[in-house]
């Protein structure tokens, strides 16, 4: 595997972030303030605890959040419908697509 194919691994894909965060290192090799991680991991915790309110709206609501920056507001809006998920609501329009 070539420097830079290494490199891309390590910074992509949905759980770059996580094995960065639980090796305590940035990307760029420095070292993660431990204050910044505790902060982290104390939220994180809280988050774990929390009672789910169901598999299909966390993937709804991932689908939305994570799309929104991928895909244009009216294709998002047609995969969500082609899917059988509720369309965007104006808040998610709002937010994400800033109108």
């Known amino acids: 595997m ?3 194919s290494q490199e891309n ?4 894909g949905a759980d ?5 965060i639980a090796q305590g290192i940035d990307f760029d090799g420095t070292a993660i303030d431990p204050k910044k991680l505790d902060l ?6 809280l988050e774990a605890g929390r009672q789910r309110s169901g ?3 966390t993937m709804r609501s991932r689908i939305v ?6 895909i244009p ?14 369309p965007l609501k104006e808040k998610d329009i709002a937010y994400y697509y800033n109108k």
């Open 2 to 4: 070539s420097e830079n």
């Open 9 to 12: 691994a390590q910074t992509t």
């Open 16 to 20: 770059a972030i996580d094995v960065a």
């Open 40 to 45: 982290y991991n104390s939220v994180m915790a």
């Open 55 to 57: 598999v299909t709206n």
């Open 65 to 70: 959040r994570i799309g929104a920056k991928h």
């Open 73 to 86: 507001q009216d294709e998002l809006n047609q995969k969500l419908l082609d899917a059988g998920f509720a």
